[in-house]
């Protein structure tokens, strides 16, 4: 029985190889944008993110060149759809005397296209009244969602740092807050109920680990995706 021992160590190392070769396979059939994506994973420095569309200028080649692109050349029509998304979102970041530009960011996960803002742009400080600015932003969103057929979905984010308190019981209903207050502002001015949803996530998904000096800042944010409404919910990353 001993001496058949190496059998198993050899059937471990088959099952190793056989996945190692399928792993290059797949890689070798994945598009470049995606193979760049990856890529920004293992580099050092790298952005820390836990949603499906990362913050900032993705690596995706819509947001990446989408000044240099032309709309006539061979896109897909869901890759024609987010080239329109991002150019009317892209007004937001040129606020630049009242928009710094870590306070916003643009990314597209090829179903639909985010924009992140800080919390302590949009509202009024320790509260869920929105700033001038944080109106600004607004009405850039509602200026889009007049424009295109799309549908909106408003993500309110926490720190793992706030507590929620005096106003609110925890870090959930202080998401959630931020993300409603974001809806209702939209809805009262124009915006189809139909095609906005929001959900509440406290801290569960940082842009920043705790040891980044700004971690707070980035983390506290409400995020607009926007996507396609052929796009079912069971696609769509909330």
Do not use: C
């Not at 471990?12 to 944008?33: C, G, I, K, R």
């Not at 580099?43 to 690596?59: L, R, W």
């Not at 095609?195 to 700004?214: C, E, F, G, N």
């Not at 396609?228 to 069971?234: A, G, K, L, T, Y």
Request: hydrophobic share 45%; no cysteine; charged share 20%.
């Amino acid at each position: 029985m001993a001496g058949s021992s190496w059998k198993v160590a050899y059937a471990d190392f088959m099952t190793a190889m056989m996945a190692f070769f399928l792993v290059m396979w797949l890689l070798n059939m994945a598009p470049e944008e995606t193979l760049k994506g990856l890529a920004g994973y293992f580099t050092e420095g790298a952005t820390y993110f836990t949603n499906s569309a990362a913050p900032g200028i993705s690596n995706n080649q819509i947001v990446q060149f989408v000044d240099k692109m032309d709309t006539r050349s061979n896109l897909s029509e869901a890759e024609k759809s987010d080239y329109a998304i991002i150019q009317s979102l892209k007004p937001i970041l040129s606020l630049k005397d009242a928009v710094p530009n870590s306070s916003t960011g643009i990314a597209s996960d090829g179903v639909g296209v985010l924009l992140h803002v800080t919390s302590n742009l949009m509202f009024k400080p320790n509260s869920v009244d929105f700033s001038a600015t944080g109106e600004k932003v607004l009405d850039e969103v509602l200026d889009m969602i007049r424009k295109y057929n799309v549908w909106v979905i408003v993500r309110g984010h926490a720190d793992s740092s706030e507590t929620g308190a005096p106003d609110f019981p925890s870090k959930w209903e202080l998401s959630s807050a931020r993300a409603n207050a974001a809806v209702r502002y939209l809805v009262a001015h124009g915006a189809d109920p139909k095609k906005i949803r929001s959900v509440a996530y406290a801290d569960t998904r940082p842009l920043a680990p705790p040891t980044v000096p700004d971690a707070a800042a980035k983390n506290s944010r409400v995020e607009f995706y926007f996507h396609r409404p052929e796009v079912m919910s069971n696609i769509v990353g909330y």
